[in-house]
């Protein structure tokens, strides 16, 4: 099995700004209920369905990424931004204000393909940066594989600076206590 290349990205919040304007057609972001957990495990699902970078390693993050949103959203220790369209679900960002943590961006940002390239990734990305500097964190992280759009296209905005990581830490667990 080839050797899968992983890269983090690391936002300095102090100096992060939310855009003024944000165009009411790139959908509401809020946080997820924690009844919603299958319709957001349903975008990350499709999100990572959908990205041909994923095709080596698919199951295993699949399988990583599942006790993520039903067991950090049971117990509170993670909670989920989702932007929507109508009732739909759309996109949906995993988070944990934690200093901590290795990724505070805990699944990364995931967007539905055919929502893809029309500005929601970045949306969702920039609230997500806004949530975690409202919870007093001063910097925030997310690990994502190499290759994916999100690594190509969107976490370089809002002054992403990229690193490749040789030893990844694993996702958090969350116990539903």
Request: aromatic share 10%.
């Amino acid at each position: 099995m080839p050797k899968v290349a992983y890269v983090q990205f690391t936002w300095d919040l102090s100096r992060f700004l939310f855009p003024a304007e944000v165009p009411k057609a790139l959908g509401e972001i809020r946080e997820a209920a924690k009844t919603e957990a299958e319709k957001v495990w349903t975008v990350v699902e499709r999100s990572v369905l959908a990205d041909p970078a994923w095709s080596v390693g698919l199951k295993t993050r699949l399988k990583e990424l599942r006790p993520v949103v039903f067991d950090g959203m049971e117990s509170g220790k993670a909670t989920f931004l989702v932007i929507h369209s109508g009732e739909r679900f759309i996109g949906a960002s995993g988070l944990v204000a934690d200093v901590g943590a290795a990724r505070q961006l805990v699944t990364g940002i995931h967007i539905v393909s055919e929502f893809r390239c029309r500005g929601q990734g970045t949306h969702l990305l920039a609230g997500s940066l806004v949530w975690l500097k409202e919870k007093g964190l001063a910097e925030a992280a997310v690990i994502t594989k190499a290759g994916i759009a999100a690594e190509k296209y969107l976490y370089k905005k809002f002054g992403g600076k990229s690193a490749p990581i040789e030893n990844v830490p694993a996702l958090p667990k969350f116990s539903r206590k």
